[in-house]
């Protein structure tokens, strides 16, 4: 069965700090997609990225950079210098193979940067 | 800037009572999702249409849920009768995907209901 998990239910953080949202996944095939995405206060879901399997380089952009590792199964989001308009609650996901529209969500990270 | 738009983005009701969920979906997507958000399930898929065909509505209670695409600009979500174990935020998400490869899914506001 495919499963993500994002052990860290709250993170609390101090302006410019960085900071790693962990997430592990699980999954039996060999061909899928990871994804994070981010809801502020708003509530709207937004997309931050997708990785494929095939793909483990690391990705940067601005301050957020993400580590692909699937020796370890995990999909670590890290926050360079955070600001505190990144408060927020991330999802990481995972589709199924050869059907990226379904996605499983792990449960989610609160972040809380304060000024 | 094309947005998903859902209506209401609020409702309370009382046990028993119906509940209809409306989706506008961005001009152009032909693929539309229903999801659900509790504190205690966290994101689940409910169903989700393509080319307003339904593709899968496995996770969505058929005894009381029903999805509809009446037309392209318009998915329903409906509960009947409601119960206050459906209290959640109802999000409606579209793309422009075609499954085999991934097209980002653009999340709308949602709906918060409160069944009482």
């Known amino acids: 069965a495919q499963k993500v998990t994002q052990a860290q239910t709250e993170i609390s953080v101090v302006e410019k700090e960085d900071v790693t949202l962990d997430c592990v996944y699980e999954t039996r095939d060999t061909t899928y997609y990871l994804f994070w995405y981010k809801q502020p206060p708003s509530g709207e879901l937004v997309f931050l990225i997708r990785r494929n399997s095939f793909d483990e380089q690391n990705e940067i952009s601005g301050r957020y950079s993400w580590n692909f590792q699937k020796s370890t199964s995990s999909f670590n989001f890290t926050i360079t210098a955070s600001q505190v308009v990144d408060s927020a609650v991330y999802f990481c996901?995972?589709?199924?193979?050869?059907?990226?529209?379904?996605?499983?969500f792990g449960t989610g990270t609160r972040l809380q940067v304060f000024p | 800037d094309a947005r998903v738009t859902q209506t209401p983005r609020d409702k309370v009701t009382e046990m028993g009572q119906e509940v209809t969920m409306r989706c506008q979906p961005i001009l152009g997507h032909n693929t539309v999702f229903w999801y659900r958000q509790t504190m205690k399930q966290g994101l689940e898929l409910l169903a989700y249409?393509?080319?307003?065909?339904?593709?899968?509505d496995s996770g969505m209670p058929k005894d009381r849920f029903s999805a509809e695409m009446p037309d392209a600009t318009l998915a329903t979500l409906k509960i009947q009768p409601s119960e206050p174990r459906d209290s959640a935020v109802y999000f409606c998400?579209?793309?422009?995907?075609?499954?085999?490869?991934?097209?980002?899914?653009?999340f709308g506001p949602g709906t918060r209901l409160t069944v009482l």
């Open positions: 249409f393509r080319n307003r065909a339904p593709l899968d």
């Open positions: 998400a579209s793309s422009s995907g075609q499954g085999a490869t991934y097209n980002e899914q653009f």
């Open positions: 996901a995972l589709s199924e193979p050869y059907n990226t529209d379904k996605l499983i």
